[in-house]
């Protein structure tokens, strides 16, 4: 199968049908019409592509399914500060959690991962990690701490996301222990919540997310 490609003038013409089409709509919110509208030209210029993909970028998807939601996860390429502030200047459209590859320097002068290590663990999370890059598989607990930190950031004041780490409990002789750094933009309440040990599958605050960091094989950092 290959995409459909419109050429402008196709393009114009989606657009126009759309306006067309619901020159009438009425959803009870002026904003909620301009949406529905913005929806129908970007799925008439993609046509058989689906709501992420015909939409431009994450802020119109998560316009366009109001009710889900819709979270961004990246490796340590996206720990960027001014992708975290343009998330925020946006309002999140998106929730993000990235892995952290910069430990940072806070207004305070110390650093962000000496000060998330500092505190005391909120709970743990076990799971199986899959062999690779020279390791066997094993089964592996982690350690959570977290911190809800402001990051200064220059001409625009300070950032504020939450740092999360997990370090491996009791790693096997020989092996490097397993530490992820991440950082969100959610707070982190429900994980003190949830923090009692429990498997990689079961509902611990993002736990979910560390499932999904050792199903691809992600290495150490912090």
């Not at 002026?30 to 015909?54: D, F, H």
């Not at 004041?157 to 950082?183: D, F, Q, R, Y």
């Not at 990689?200 to 950092?221: E, L």
Request: glycine share 8%; aromatic share 4%.
């Amino acid at each position: 199968m290959y995409p459909i490609v419109l050429s402008d003038a196709h393009r114009e013409r989606a657009d126009k049908l759309a306006k067309q089409e619901f020159e009438t709509i009425d959803l009870g919110d002026a904003r909620l019409n301009q949406r529905a509208v913005l929806l129908a030209e970007r799925l008439g210029q993609k046509p058989g592509a689906s709501i992420p993909g015909a939409c431009e970028n994450w802020a119109e998807t998560a316009r366009a399914l109001p009710k889900s939601r819709h979270v961004c996860i990246g490796d340590r390429e996206s720990d960027m500060l001014s992708l975290l502030v343009k998330a925020r200047n946006l309002d999140y459209p998106a929730d993000y959690l990235v892995r952290c590859q910069h430990n940072r320097a806070l207004p305070e002068g110390d650093k962000l991962w000496e000060r998330v290590m500092a505190g005391a663990p909120l709970g743990c999370v076990r799971f199986e990690l899959p062999a690779g890059r020279g390791r066997k598989a094993r089964s592996d607990e982690q350690a959570l701490r977290t911190e809800r930190i402001e990051l200064a950031v220059r001409q625009s004041g300070t950032l504020e996301v939450t740092c999360l780490i997990a370090t491996e409990i009791n790693a096997p002789a020989g092996s490097k222990p397993v530490c992820w750094c991440l950082l969100t933009n959610r707070a982190a309440p429900s994980w003190r919540r949830r923090s009692s040990c429990s498997t990689g599958t079961g509902p611990v605050g993002k736990s979910s997310c560390f499932s999904w960091c050792s199903r691809r094989g992600a290495g150490s950092s912090a």
